[in-house]
């Protein structure tokens, strides 16, 4: 039986940042009891998977990976943690390999069990299933001190109320639960006291943040956070554009740490196909929210996300979203192809668009977005802009980052500048990431 001093153990993270900063949470937990958390491709003494369920293909993949690990070592123990965890433990456990099972509920408690499989010296001959109803659920209270050289993600949030017709996670994640805000600052005061330049606060429903424990809202913490000592860039994860109206953008504003960029959660931009989605908002609303925070925030930049195919789309529905693109003016677009989701009422529409459709309208809409990037971009390098970039990785010949508005920015280094803020003068553009030189004043 080995020692916890030569325990390995890999993690393997599918999914959204939310289960990136669990995991993150749950290898600071093991290592205080001295076990080596490595690389999961590694032969490891022991995996935790955590899953995601959002599509089917999230499924298949958590289920890819926990046979890979099972071959790599078939004497390794296998816990299998997260969303599909949730969802269907009863798919998992019929995985011969598998030692446990964990919901949503207590996703630290799986150091726990592999404690226990340490000290048992065996693997468990069925599958122990620990999942609990997440309706009941609480805020798991777990936090971070470590980080990836310059960014770190702080969960916030978990849960989500909203009955998109096309989404599966309300049910794997339960109601909207918050962090308390004294947590919420202590975490983050910790990750600046340890050199964090970059700090993202994620949630399930980021908007959401403190309505279930009252007096406080995402714009109030924000609003608490900018008061840290030495704090740095303070980004956000996913909004829907409800959120964004006149008294909430005014806080914003007055949040000096609060880097200018917003991920809106928009998915289409045609009013028809928003309705079917459930969507708290309609195509004017969401332009509404771009605009307001143009208004009032300078240099601000957009990204989003966008499902082309959903049940009943048309070519009108369609044409709407490519429009909305092209006028909102978006750095980054994620674009997915409806996939049906067992369980949700999407699943059972009728009008499912081929696949066909789905990838003409796919690549078409990936045109609109690569030319408003590039447009972005090109003016940018026509202003001859001087911007503050924060370097995350070096190739050894250039060093890579991103300016508080999340443009990706290339210099020239003999140097790795990583962690480093530097002002950067950007001189050219090839339509994906801009390319400048240090700039040293006048």
């Given at each position: 039986m080995k020692s916890k001093e030569t325990f390995s153990v890999g993690i393997y993270t599918l999914g959204c940042k939310v289960n990136q900063y669990e995991s993150e949470a749950i290898a600071e937990e093991i290592e205080k009891h001295g076990i080596d958390v490595c690389s999961p491709s590694s032969v490891c003494d022991a995996y935790i998977i955590n899953t995601c369920t959002v599509t089917a293909e999230s499924d298949r993949k958590a289920r890819q990976f926990i046979r890979r690990a099972i071959k790599k070592n078939p004497l390794a123990y296998i816990l299998v943690i997260g969303c599909m965890a949730q969802s269907a433990p009863d798919d998992i456990a019929a995985i011969t390999g598998?030692?446990?099972?964990?919901?949503?509920?207590?996703?630290?408690?799986?150091?726990?069990?592999?404690?226990?499989?340490?000290?048992?010296?065996?693997?468990n001959k069925e599958p122990e299933i620990f999942v609990k109803d997440i309706t009941k659920a609480t805020f798991e209270d777990m936090s971070i001190r470590k980080f990836d050289r310059t960014r770190a993600y702080v969960k916030i949030e978990d849960g989500c109320e909203n009955k998109c017709t096309y989404c599966i996670i309300p049910s794997a994640r339960g109601k909207v639960r918050s962090k308390p805000p004294e947590k919420v600052i202590a975490e983050v005061e910790?990750?600046?006291?340890?050199?964090?330049?970059?700090?993202?606060?994620?949630?399930?429903?980021?908007?959401?943040?403190?309505?279930?424990?009252?007096?406080?809202?995402?714009?109030?913490?924000?609003?608490?956070?900018?008061?840290?000592n030495g704090i740095g860039r303070i980004r956000l994860g996913s909004l829907d554009p409800s959120l964004i109206r006149p008294d909430f953008v005014k806080k914003l504003s007055s949040v000096s740490c609060l880097a200018p960029h917003f991920h809106l959660s928009l998915q289409s931009g045609s009013d028809r196909v928003l309705a079917l989605m459930k969507r708290k908002y309609n195509s004017s609303m969401a332009m509404n929210a771009i605009r307001l925070l143009r208004d009032s925030i300078p240099d601000v930049k957009f990204t989003t996300d966008i499902i082309v195919g959903f049940p009943g789309e048309s070519q009108e529905d369609f044409e709407a979203t490519q429009k909305f693109i092209e006028d909102a003016g978006f750095l980054t677009v994620h674009i997915f192809p409806y996939s049906k989701r067992k369980g949700t009422p999407a699943a059972s529409m009728s009008e499912q668009i081929s696949s066909e459709i789905k990838s003409q309208r796919l690549h078409s809409l990936e045109k609109t977005a690569t030319a408003s990037s590039k447009a972005i971009l090109e003016e940018e390098v026509r202003q001859g802009n001087i911007k503050s970039v924060l370097f995350e990785t070096f190739d050894g010949e250039y060093s890579y980052g991103h300016t508080s508005d999340f443009l990706e920015v290339a210099v020239k280094s003999r140097t790795d500048m990583r962690s480093e803020i530097f002002a950067v003068k950007l001189t050219h553009t090839d339509g994906k990431i801009c390319y400048g030189e240090r700039f040293y004043g006048i």
């Open positions: 598998v030692d446990v099972i964990i919901g949503n509920t207590d996703k630290l408690y799986s150091v726990k069990k592999l404690l226990q499989l340490i000290n048992k010296g065996e693997k910790a990750l600046v006291r340890n050199g964090c330049r970059e700090i993202v606060l994620t949630g399930i429903e980021t908007a959401s943040y403190g309505k279930d424990i009252g007096g406080i809202d995402l714009a109030d913490i924000l609003c608490r956070i900018d008061k840290i």
